[in-house]
């Protein structure tokens, strides 16, 4: 039977808290969450390591906190099978507050009609979590208005689920989400054959879909979406998510100040995500050959301006749009991207991103809007549309690099030492809807027809500055125009830049050079300026930066007393991370802990503290030069180099 444990109990039928319940098998697992469901007061369930077949479900009749978890010690692990009969875990709060954490469980092999097919935290109808939704239904008299549930995961994996929505996991209208340390994967679609033609699909989100007040979501992985239940290859029309993954945190706020709890998706792997289907022929009028096409969003964000969005890994996706909304979206790399629309991101800060690898998929092909063609091949989309700013958005010190698309900008910005190579499109990077535009600093190849476009039509108010960029062709580029402005504004001014040629009549337009920046290694994308350049010390200092910034590569903003025109400046001081001592040169003692510490993913003193590999093998290539090196102030590591060379 089941071991109860109350740990503390009040007299005169006062609430429990803390009851704990200790159980071997299922029937056991079952009864302790029905007996909790309502046993006036906080629950605890603690499961015997092994595995729990079957479908299992807490209906609350109590506002109360239930906990989860994998007894024994170390990662011990229990493990809830569904066993493709129906769902796995399904929480049912009614009207009343539930706060659920789960730690150490598999949850697998869930197949519902519903929404939620591995673990559902819904109402019955499966409709809502929260309590604002039912106070009307019950008349407000079983619970406290505006009381919320919540949710906590902690090293939880949620594979092989199946659903119309949220196969995963699906919960809405929470007042915390707290998601840490867990693995999502293979979960599919799911719909009763018998509903299908009545029902052709095609919304909810694969492995999960959560909606929360505060959204917590650090440090987990996402992988790749299973096929629908049964195996079957999706087709074009056919039933299927509208994305893989949707969060939603719906804290808003006017101001940053008035932000209370930020949401945080931080540190987690969105990798080998496909939305695809397969085409067949005849649709739309063409013949596709069975290609496939990346039709639904892969990935949505909506997480509000009280928001952060940081040091996110969105490799290998495939799919429609990638969309993000947040209020600050830094460090992150979206790489190996397939998509028919493209990156979408509404921010008022984005910092130190890398795009890189990102495809139009079928572009040329002009699809139908159905199917997500594009305008003017635009992979990559940013500003701070949903809400109008009493500042513009920064934009600073991301690489771009190898797009089959632009880059534009949608709104009022401050564009500032950001790098874009091997753009492959008429415009590298175009702005628009902007009646402020701050473009300094950036280093920019053209591929196509322009490298930076600017377009002022219909925005008589516009103030434009263009100072310190470098905006070159490509070796491989035809003839055009490197920077574009299309329509006059209130001012426009072009200071200080490099270029070939530009378009021509504006306010003011002075300092400009028309001769070679002198790139390092063009070929690699390695635009860092070689000594003797025209471009070092030739920038144009007007109070714009302050001591405290920071080039691309992370060093101080003005070196040697001016500022070098373009997005790096140019240092030739920086130390190879292993030489700890500082004396410019590696030991075979500095090279083994550096080594070590990269086998063993350690944390390292100096920056960068998670150490890259080609890092690591310049370190080795110096020692076997004799370990003396020297700086040539271009890209890292290739900079640093032996004495003799």
Same mark, same amino acid.
């Given at each position: 039977?089941?071991?109860?444990?109350?740990?503390?109990?009040?007299?005169?039928?006062?609430?429990?808290?803390?009851?704990?319940?200790?159980?071997?098998?299922?029937?056991?697992?079952?009864?302790?969450?029905?007996?909790?469901?309502?046993?006036?007061?906080?629950?605890?369930?603690?499961?015997?390591?092994?595995?729990?077949?079957?479908?299992?479900?807490?209906?609350?009749?109590?506002?109360?906190?239930?906990?989860?978890?994998?007894?024994?010690?170390?990662?011990?692990?229990?493990?809830?099978?569904?066993?493709?009969?129906?769902?796995?875990?399904?929480?049912?709060?009614?009207?009343?507050?539930?706060?659920?954490?789960?730690?150490?469980?598999?949850?697998?092999?869930?197949?519902?009609?519903?929404?939620?097919?591995?673990?559902?935290? !819904?109402?019955?109808?499966?409709?809502?979590?929260?309590?604002?939704?039912?106070?009307?239904?019950?008349?407000?008299?079983?619970?406290?208005?505006?009381?919320?549930?919540?949710?906590?995961?902690?090293? !939880?994996?949620?594979?092989?689920?199946?659903?119309?929505?949220?196969?995963?996991?699906?919960?809405?209208?929470?007042?915390?989400?707290?998601?840490?340390?867990?693995?999502?994967?293979?979960?599919?679609?799911?719909?009763?054959?018998?509903?299908?033609?009545?029902?052709?699909?095609?919304?909810?989100?694969?492995?999960?879909?959560?909606?929360?007040?505060?959204?917590?979501?650090?440090?987990?992985?996402?992988?790749?979406?299973?096929?629908?239940?049964?195996?079957?290859?999706?087709?074009?029309?056919?039933?299927?998510?509208?994305?893989?993954?949707?969060?939603?945190?719906?804290?808003?706020?006017?101001?940053?100040?008035?932000?209370?709890?930020?949401?945080?998706?931080?540190?987690?792997?969105?990798?080998?995500?496909?939305?695809?289907?397969?085409?067949?022929?005849?649709?739309?009028?063409?013949?596709?050959?069975?290609? !496939?096409?990346?039709?639904?969003?892969?990935?949505?964000?909506?997480?509000?301006?009280?928001?952060?969005?940081?040091?996110?890994?969105?490799?290998?996706?495939?799919?429609?749009?990638?969309?993000?909304?947040?209020?600050?979206?830094?460090?992150?790399?979206?790489?190996?991207?397939?998509?028919?629309?493209?990156?979408?991101?509404?921010?008022?800060e984005l910092v130190e991103n890398t795009?890189?690898?990102?495809?139009?998929?079928?572009?040329?092909?002009?699809?139908?809007?159905?199917?997500?063609?594009?305008?003017?091949?635009?992979?990559?989309?940013?500003?701070?549309?949903?809400?109008?700013?009493?500042?513009?958005?920064?934009?600073?010190?991301?690489?771009?690099?190898?797009?089959?698309?632009?880059?534009?900008?949608?709104?009022?910005?401050?564009?500032?030492?950001?790098?874009?190579?091997?753009?492959?499109?008429?415009?590298?990077?175009?702005?628009?809807?902007?009646?402020?535009?701050?473009?300094?600093?950036?280093?920019?190849?053209?591929?196509?027809?322009?490298?930076?476009?600017?377009?002022?039509?219909?925005?008589?108010?516009?103030?434009?500055?263009?100072?310190?960029?470098?905006?070159?062709?490509?070796?491989?580029?035809?003839?055009?125009?490197?920077?574009e402005r299309i329509g006059y504004g209130?001012?426009?001014?072009?200071?200080?830049?490099?270029?070939?040629?530009?378009?021509?009549?504006?306010?003011?337009?002075?300092?400009?050079?028309?001769?070679d920046p002198g790139f390092f290694d063009?070929?690699?994308?390695?635009?860092?300026?070689?000594?003797?350049?025209?471009?070092?010390?030739?920038?144009?200092?007007?109070?714009?930066?302050?001591?405290?910034?920071?080039?691309?590569?992370?060093?101080?903003?003005?070196?040697?007393?001016?500022?070098?025109?373009?997005?790096?400046?140019?240092?030739?001081?920086?130390?190879?991370?292993?030489?700890?001592?500082?004396?410019?040169?590696?030991?075979?003692?500095?090279?083994?802990?550096?080594?070590?510490?990269?086998?063993?993913?350690?944390?390292?003193?100096?920056?960068?503290?998670?150490?890259?590999?080609?890092?690591?093998?310049?370190?080795?290539?110096?020692?076997?030069?004799?370990?003396?090196?020297?700086?040539?102030?271009?890209?890292?590591?290739?900079?640093?180099?032996?004495?003799?060379?």
């Amino acid at each position: 039977g089941i071991l109860l444990l109350f740990t503390s109990l009040t007299l005169f039928g006062a609430k429990a808290l803390a009851v704990t319940f200790n159980v071997s098998n299922a029937d056991e697992f079952q009864a302790a969450l029905t007996t909790a469901g309502s046993n006036g007061g906080d629950d605890e369930i603690v499961l015997t390591p092994g595995t729990y077949g079957g479908n299992f479900k807490y209906t609350a009749g109590e506002s109360a906190a239930l906990n989860i978890r994998a007894g024994g010690a170390g990662e011990e692990r229990a493990v809830l099978d569904g066993e493709f009969r129906a769902y796995v875990l399904k929480i049912v709060p009614g009207c009343y507050r539930v706060d659920l954490s789960l730690e150490r469980l598999d949850i697998i092999n869930g197949k519902s009609e519903e929404a939620g097919g591995g673990l559902a935290f !819904v109402s019955d109808s499966g409709t809502y979590t929260a309590i604002s939704e039912c106070d009307s239904q019950s008349g407000g008299t079983q619970v406290q208005q505006g009381s919320k549930s919540s949710l906590i995961l902690k090293n !939880v994996v949620i594979e092989n689920n199946y659903a119309k929505d949220g196969a995963g996991l699906k919960a809405n209208g929470l007042s915390l989400a707290d998601i840490s340390d867990s693995t999502f994967g293979g979960n599919g679609f799911y719909l009763n054959p018998s509903l299908a033609s009545n029902n052709p699909g095609g919304s909810g989100s694969a492995h999960l879909g959560l909606q929360a007040d505060q959204l917590i979501f650090r440090s987990n992985f996402i992988g790749a979406v299973g096929l629908p239940f049964g195996g079957a290859v999706p087709s074009l029309g056919s039933n299927f998510f509208s994305q893989a993954i949707s969060l939603t945190s719906s804290g808003g706020a006017s101001t940053v100040e008035q932000c209370a709890d930020r949401s945080i998706v931080e540190n987690n792997k969105f990798q080998g995500i496909s939305t695809a289907m397969v085409a067949r022929e005849g649709v739309m009028g063409e013949t596709y050959n069975g290609e !496939v096409i990346p039709y639904r969003d892969p990935i949505q964000l909506a997480l509000g301006d009280c928001s952060d969005v940081i040091g996110n890994e969105f490799r290998a996706l495939s799919g429609a749009n990638l969309q993000i909304s947040a209020g600050i979206v830094v460090r992150n790399f979206f790489e190996n991207l397939d998509l028919t629309q493209g990156v979408i991101i509404a921010s008022n800060e984005l910092v130190e991103n890398t795009f890189r690898d990102i495809n139009l998929v079928g572009y040329e092909l002009q699809w139908a809007s159905s199917l997500g063609s594009k305008v003017e091949g635009t992979v990559v989309t940013l500003g701070k549309y949903l809400a109008p700013l009493s500042e513009p958005v920064q934009i600073a010190r991301n690489h771009f690099s190898n797009l089959t698309g632009s880059v534009e900008v949608q709104s009022s910005v401050k564009f500032v030492g950001n790098v874009l190579f091997d753009v492959k499109e008429r415009c590298a990077a175009t702005f628009k809807f902007a009646d402020q535009l701050e473009i300094r600093s950036n280093t920019l190849t053209r591929s196509g027809m322009s490298g930076v476009c600017v377009v002022l039509d219909g925005r008589p108010d516009a103030k434009l500055n263009l100072v310190n960029n470098i905006v070159w062709p490509l070796p491989n580029a035809g003839s055009g125009t490197d920077i574009e402005r299309i329509g006059y504004g209130l001012q426009s001014t072009l200071k200080n830049n490099i270029y070939q040629t530009a378009s021509e009549l504006w306010d003011v337009s002075e300092g400009n050079i028309q001769a070679d920046p002198g790139f390092f290694d063009t070929e690699s994308g390695d635009l860092h300026v070689v000594e003797g350049s025209i471009a070092i010390n030739a920038g144009i200092e007007d109070g714009f930066f302050s001591s405290s910034d920071l080039d691309i590569d992370g060093n101080a903003r003005v070196l040697d007393g001016a500022l070098d025109i373009g997005a790096f400046e140019r240092s030739a001081a920086a130390l190879h991370p292993a030489d700890t001592n500082g004396d410019s040169s590696i030991s075979s003692a500095e090279f083994e802990a550096y080594n070590s510490a990269w086998r063993n993913n350690e944390i390292w003193s100096v920056a960068p503290e998670t150490i890259p590999v080609d890092f690591v093998t310049r370190a080795g290539y110096l020692l076997q030069k004799g370990g003396s090196y020297k700086n040539i102030g271009v890209g890292k590591p290739a900079t640093w180099v032996p004495v003799n060379e």
